[in-house]
Nanobody, 123 residues
Framework: QVQVMESGGGSVQAGGSLRLSCTASGFPDNNYCVGWFRQTPGQQRDLVGTIYTGNGNAIIYADSVKGRFTVSQDNTRRTVYLQMNSLKPEDTAMYYC???????????????WGQGTQVTVSS
């Protein structure tokens, strides 16, 4: 059974930084994709970026965060990070990580989801 868990959310002032962490346990090997998503109340869940743990290939999809957010993993390939710099109030959202074997830009393609972590950016 795959379990996904994210952590690291919180409150920060505009211009500050946060790093979210995600672990996905239960895959038989370390070759899977982790997607970072965010969602505000009443809105759809949007893809921020993905990383394939097998080769570390990371892509940021959300234009609004390019140049400010990066996705990476640790040397063990068991923890994935979303580094968020120069945060803006509009980055305020619930952030989720999700995992599946191959990367996809479609949220509903992800089989396993964490519970979410709140990020609040104040002006």
């Amino acid at each position: 059974q795959v379990q996904v868990m994210e952590s690291g959310g919180g409150s920060v002032q505009a211009g500050g930084s946060l790093r979210l962490s995600c672990t996905a346990s239960g895959f038989p090997d370390n070759n899977y994709c982790v997607g970072w998503f965010r969602q505000t109340p009443g809105q759809q869940r949007d893809l921020v970026g993905t990383i394939y743990t097998g080769n570390g290939n990371a892509i940021i999809y959300a234009d609004s965060v390019k140049g400010r957010f990066t996705v990476s993993q640790d040397n063990t390939r068991r923890t994935v990070y979303l580094q968020m710099n120069s945060l803006k109030p509009e980055d305020t959202a619930m952030y989720y990580c999700a995992a599946r074997r191959l990367c996809s830009v479609i949220p509903s393609n992800y089989n396993y989801w964490g519970q979410g972590t709140q990020v609040t950016v104040s002006s």
